[in-house]
């Protein structure tokens, strides 16, 4: 259970709270488009730290990750489980910076693998009753991110259909870099954190200080980025 509430607060509910602080913190993210945008980012971002920190707890944290799903631990398709969760977590980083159809095909991708795990955690509850926690709960994480994502790729895409959208300007993707530039490091320091604390069976220490360094770190990148950057007024960016 202890493992499914720290897998559902970081990557379902702590990248809308980041998102949604972001979006209150920054004067620039005033439009509806920026808005989306900023959970869009954050989305994939913690979806990379899933990625990373799922492949931490199959690699470090077998015989945890295998007992919170009711299944015997040992199995060495953990392993490639895990290799194909970083695979995923690599092309969410990659979507953060990109508003093209890259988007599209990591989310894709992701349902596939998130819809098919689901489908054999019912058919396994189904065969042999087995109501653990990772093999029940789980499914609400493995449905609910690409809910989100889904949902949140639409309204992006009719933003940008309006006659004012921004997409593709300078001034938004100068505004957008700085959002990255938090989004990025944070996601980085959540996922080795999660897997370096899943290790040693201290998972919510290990997010606490992935977290914490993820933000001294995104702080720094933004303001160097900010630095470098000109809002759309002309201006050094801020806010």
Do not use: K
Not at 81 to 101: E, K, P, W
Not at 154 to 177: I, N, Y
């Amino acid at each position: 259970m202890s493992v499914f509430l720290l897998r559902t607060f970081a990557f379902v509910i702590l990248p809308l709270l980041l998102a949604a602080l972001a979006v209150t913190l920054d004067r620039n993210a005033g439009t509806r488009e920026r808005r989306i945008e900023v959970f869009l980012v954050y989305m994939f971002a913690l979806g990379a730290a899933a990625g990373i920190g799922n492949w931490g707890g199959h690699l470090f944290a077998a015989d945890q990750v295998a007992e919170s799903i009711g299944w015997e631990p040992g199995s060495p398709f953990q392993l490639e489980t895990g290799f194909a969760n970083l695979s995923y977590g690599v092309l969410a980083i990659i979507a953060m910076g990109r508003r093209d159809g890259f988007r599209e095909a990591t989310v894709i991708g992701a349902t596939v693998m998130a819809v098919g795990a689901t489908a054999v955690h019912i058919w396994d509850i189904a065969a042999t009753g087995n109501l653990a926690p990772g093999n029940t709960l789980q499914n609400v994480i493995n449905l609910a991110r690409p809910a989100l994502l889904i949902g949140l790729l639409a309204a992006s895409r009719r933003a940008e259909g309006l006659p004012a959208s921004e997409a593709g300007t300078p001034a938004f993707d100068v505004w957008r870099g700085t959002v990255i530039a938090v989004a990025g490091p944070i996601a980085g320091c959540v996922g080795v954190g999660m897997g370096l604390g899943l290790a040693f069976d201290q998972g919510w220490l290990g997010l606490v200080l992935g977290l914490a360094g993820g933000v001294a770190l995104g702080l720094l990148s933004r303001s160097r980025s900010v630095e470098a950057g000109i809002d759309a007024a002309g201006s050094p960016a801020s806010g």
